[in-house]
Nanobody, 123 residues
Framework: QVQLVESGGGLVQAGGSLRLSCAASGRTFSNYAMGWFRQAPGKEREFVAAISWSGGITYYADSVKERFTISRDNAKNTVYLQMNSLKPEDTAVYYC????????????????WGQGTQVTVSS
């Protein structure tokens, strides 16, 4: 089992920045690819970014490229999502997820999920 706890969400004005963190415990963190997803009210959960176990491979949704950066610190068992130039359409609950396969980008490929953290971007 892997336990994931997100933090860092909040209310920010459009154009602002936030950094989300996801702390992992349980199994060896460095064995897992990590992903960030988000879900807005009335919408399906969508892929945001993913990173390989080593941090050497990253993927981003087109909607967040050049604005968001995913990174990880295996010594701290933590994955981060730096979000810059935030837009109102980025408003959602953000979830981190873990999986032992190679950098999945769809929700059903991930085995472990956090509870989510709310991000609200005001216009």
């Amino acid at each position: 089992q892997v336990q994931l706890v997100e933090s860092g969400g909040g209310l920010v004005q459009a154009g602002g920045s936030l950094r989300l963190s996801c702390a992992a415990s349980g199994r060896t963190f460095s064995n897992y690819a990590m992903g960030w997803f988000r879900q807005a009210p009335g919408k399906e959960r969508e892929f945001v970014a993913a990173i390989s176990w080593s941090g050497g491979i990253t993927y981003y949704a087109d909607s967040v490229k050049e604005r968001f950066t995913i990174s990880r610190d295996n010594a701290k068992n933590t994955v981060y999502l730096q979000m810059n130039s935030l837009k109102p359409e980025d408003t959602a609950v953000y979830y981190c997820a873990a999986d032992r396969s190679a950098v999945p980008t769809t929700p059903n490929e991930y085995d472990y999920w956090g509870q989510g953290t709310q991000v609200t971007v005001s216009s």
